[in-house]
């Protein structure tokens, strides 16, 4: 069963710094992988997605990597501004489909 | 614009009766999923849809049921409403497995 975790479960970084979030899965035959940001009392945004077959992706700031072989993704996020602060939320699919198993996520706090 | 609406945004509820939460989306999405979060479990999927006609059940779908009679609705009933069914309730959807999920806003249910 698809196990997924994240670290750290809380970071606190001055605006403008870069920084990086880690996902860890259990099982290495996902599908894809999905990182979402999720601001107080509000639903998930898809923030970017990764095929099984690709290494990365990158949209503005942010850049997703995945390596299956260690069962590792992480996010980057380029110059963080305040307006990054959100629960950051990183999901593997346990087969091939679209069945989603979610990290509990990191609570990111932007400070200006 | 598309976009995916959950109703009621809150409800309160006694326990035993039947509740059915609603979920539409306009972008003639094929997949559509219902998860729920909670404190200490974040997200869990409930049940999920390929299309019309089409229902699977996901981790955690006791107590819950779903059917698919059109592309857009894919509604969410509680058969017998339990305390432990407190919850923030997600709905999701995606034109596909290679695509990303989209989320609704959630429902807040309250099970007395």
């Known amino acids: 069963k698809q196990e997924v975790t994240q670290i750290p479960a809380a970071l606190s970084v001055p605006e403008g710094e870069n920084l990086v979030l880690n996902c860890s899965f259990t099982?290495?035959?996902?599908?894809?992988l999905q990182w979402f940001r999720q601001d107080p009392g509000k639903g998930l945004t898809s923030l970017l997605l990764?095929?099984?077959?690709?290494r990365e992706q990158t949209s503005g700031r942010l850049n997703a990597s995945l390596d299956k072989s260690s069962g590792r993704s992480t996010l980057y996020i380029a110059a963080s501004q305040p307006g990054d602060s959100a629960t950051y939320l990183c999901?593997?699919?346990?087969?091939?489909?679209?069945?989603?198993?979610f990290g509990p996520g990191t609570r990111l706090s932007v400070l200006p | 614009d598309a976009e995916i609406t959950q109703s009621p945004r809150h409800k309160i509820t006694e326990t035993g009766r039947q509740v059915t939460l609603a979920c539409h989306q306009t972008?003639?999405?094929?997949?559509m999923f219902w998860y729920r979060q909670d404190l200490g479990h974040g997200l869990r999927l409930i049940h999920y849809?390929?299309?019309?006609?089409?229902?699977n059940k996901g981790e955690v779908s006791d107590g819950y049921s779903v059917s698919r009679s059109n592309t857009e609705d894919l509604p969410l009933t509680l058969e017998s409403a339990a305390s432990s069914q407190t919850s923030v309730y997600f709905c999701?959807?995606?034109?596909?497995?290679?695509?990303?999920?989209?989320f609704g806003d959630g429902t807040r249910l309250s099970i007395l």
């Open positions: 990764i095929q099984s077959s690709q």
């Open positions: 849809s390929y299309g019309v006609q089409d229902t």
């Open positions: 999901a593997a699919t346990d087969n091939y489909g679209q069945n989603f198993v």
């Open positions: 972008w003639n999405h094929n997949n």
């Open positions: 099982d290495s035959a996902i599908y894809n």
């Open positions: 999701a959807s995606s034109p596909g497995n290679t695509q990303p999920q989209h």
